[in-house]
C-alpha cells in the first residue's frame, strides 16, 4: 500500500493493524491517541450483564483485559479457574460508559 502522507510504500500487516490510525498510514505516520473501549461481562456474575469501560491509558487497558481473561476463566473450557493462578486486579483507574442488563433475574421471574 502507499501512504497517502509521505508517499512511501508500506504493508499491511498485525503491527499495523496495532498501532491504529487511518489505514491509509504508514507506521511512522499513523498517529492514534484515543484509548479504545472494552466490552466485558460484568462482575456480578450474570451472563447477560456487558459493561463498557473506559482507560485512561492503553497500558491500563491491556493490564484489565488480562486480569479480566485470568479471572473469568476465559479458554479454560469446561474446568474450573477458581483457585489456579487466579491474579489480583490490577491498580488502574477506569470509567464505566454503560451497563448493558437485560434481564437481571437469570430465571426469567419478574
Known amino acids: 500500500m502507499t501512504?497517502?502522507?509521505c508517499g512511501d510504500e508500506y504493508l499491511w500487516d498485525r503491527?499495523?493493524?496495532k498501532a491504529g490510525g487511518l489505514r491509509t498510514h504508514c507506521l511512522d505516520c499513523?498517529?492514534?491517541?484515543?484509548?479504545?473501549y472494552v466490552g466485558v461481562t460484568a462482575g456480578e456474575g450474570k451472563m447477560?450483564?456487558?459493561?463498557?469501560?473506559k482507560f485512561q491509558s492503553?497500558?491500563?487497558?491491556?493490564?484489565?483485559?488480562e486480569a479480566w481473561k485470568v479471572n473469568?476463566?476465559?479458554?479454560?473450557?469446561?474446568?474450573?479457574q477458581?483457585?489456579?493462578g487466579l491474579t489480583g486486579v490490577p491498580n488502574v483507574k477506569f470509567?464505566?460508559?454503560t451497563t448493558n442488563n437485560p434481564n437481571a433475574n437469570h430465571k426469567g421471574k419478574a
Open 72 to 80: 473469568s476463566g476465559l479458554y479454560k473450557g469446561k474446568s474450573c
Open 95 to 97: 470509567s464505566t460508559v
Open 58 to 65: 492503553t497500558s491500563d487497558r491491556e493490564a484489565y483485559v
Open 3 to 5: 501512504c497517502v502522507e
Open 15 to 17: 503491527q499495523r493493524a
Open 82 to 84: 477458581i483457585g489456579r
Open 30 to 36: 499513523c498517529d492514534e491517541t484515543a484509548v479504545k
Open 48 to 53: 447477560s450483564a456487558v459493561q463498557v469501560l
